[in-house]
């Protein structure tokens, strides 16, 4: 994924649940792929609550495709802008201040996938389809606000098994996907010969289900949502699932719930497993801002929850292994608060390890109840975790790891 493309995805964070949808914009999607050409043709219609809409709203499309048509409801004025550094186009929608009503965005247009790099990353091919925001296939809002769909998608052969991540079914050639949960992305893949499992709450796809990849993930996924769900209650956006595919790029990526890998990318079993936890932490802690310090929040407590599945699967040795590297990072690694937008080193190593110095400090028993308690309404800023941390172990404790934070 780009730079442009990844500080987008980490820009963004997900609304999940019904009680959220009306507050949500809503793509109605109608789309056919050419699997001979690699051709994409879309209608789309993006509806935009009064209460959401500014004076002026961005939707960045990617340049290889030719916009036909570009409208607006009443109450709005839609217009087509020039390619920008991110090799998209930029749809401006400006509105009436305030809004009156919600504004209806439409846009028709055709063309190949614009690059997702090389080898790419999506594709549209006869035995692969595959589809996410790096190639702006769909007009994407700038700052990335997660949406709801309804997508109709033509062309992909029915003999492609096919993993949204939505509620998918199939007609004909027709792929119909539905989504009331909010997600910055429309993300599937179609394959020929797909396999799949399912068990407690974890689904895996593959063409190939005994390969060395798709058993290390079969033997995971359901204690990974298991050990989770006992500690932080029901997974959002529960089933969570995994794709396998098969391509030259062997970038994997996530969304909540949705987890693409590739055969290539494998690597030991306990990174393998750390990786899947990680991702699947996120669909509670998701919500420190990455622009700031408080992404903290959503990346080191997630690194942290991995590393605690690891060392309850496959034990404190291999926990352990998976710390080594972090120590080293760490101690050249710079404050986690009072020094702005935080690096991998912080956010992926101190700060982890910082949260088992915690543990230690306050007992595991009150670290896990501090987490359980947060979960249901995880804290976007570090002063909420603070005034939690210090209900449940003390105001000394709770001053004592923010003054660590700052070092």
């Known amino acids: 994924m780009s730079s442009v493309k990844a500080a987008l995805v980490a820009a963004a964070f997900v609304l999940v649940g019904k009680a959220y949808a009306a507050q949500l914009p809503h793509y109605d999607v109608t789309a056919s792929v050419d699997t001979g050409r690699g051709i994409i043709t879309a209608s789309v219609k993006v509806t935009l609550g009064a209460s959401s809409l500014q004076a002026v709203n961005e939707f960045q499309l990617g340049t290889t495709y030719e916009v036909s048509s570009v409208s607006a409801s009443p109450g709005a004025r839609a217009e087509l802008s020039h390619p ?204 420190g801002d990455p622009r700031t310090e408080n992404r903290w929040l959503s990346e080191s407590m997630a690194e942290y929850i991995s590393l605690r599945y690891i060392e309850s699967a496959l034990g404190p040795a291999n926990r352990d292994e998976l710390l080594a590297p972090k120590r080293e990072i760490a101690a050249k690694a710079g404050p986690m608060l009072g020094a702005g937008e935080r690096t991998d080193a912080e956010l992926y190593s101190k700060g982890p390890l910082l949260l088992f110095d915690l543990e230690n400090r306050i007992g595991r028993a009150r670290l896990d109840q501090l987490f359980a308690s947060l979960a249901p309404h995880p804290p976007a800023i570090t002063a909420d975790f603070m005034s939690a941390l210090a209900a449940v172990a003390g105001a000394e404790a709770a001053a004592a790891f923010n003054e660590e934070m700052h070092r």
């Open 84 to 287: 920008n550094e991110s090799n998209a186009q930029t749809v401006i929608v400006r509105c009436q201040t305030p809004p009156r009503q919600d504004v209806e965005v439409r846009l028709q247009y055709r063309g190949p996938l614009a690059p997702t790099g090389t080898p790419p990353l999506n594709l549209i091919q006869p035995s692969l389809v595959e589809l996410n925001l790096d190639s702006f296939w769909l007009p994407t809002a700038r700052g990335l606000p997660p949406f709801t769909v309804r997508a109709d998608i033509a062309g992909i052969p029915p003999d492609l098994g096919v993993v949204a991540n939505g509620v998918v079914r199939r007609s004909g050639d027709h792929v119909l996907i539905s989504r009331e949960t909010g997600d910055i992305d429309l993300a599937l893949v179609a394959i020929r010969g797909l396999h799949h499992s399912i068990s407690d709450g974890f689904e895996l796809y593959a063409a190939d289900l005994g390969t060395e990849t798709a058993r290390v993930y079969l033997r995971h996924g359901p204690s990974i949502v298991k050990f989770l769900e006992s500690w932080f209650g029901p997974m959002p956006g529960r089933p969570a699932r995994v794709v396998v595919v098969n391509r030259e790029r062997k970038s994997g990526y996530s969304r909540p719930g949705y987890i693409v890998v590739t055969e290539s990318s494998h690597g030991s079993e306990a990174a393998s497993a750390k990786f899947m936890a990680h991702e699947f932490a996120h669909a509670w802690w998701h919500y």
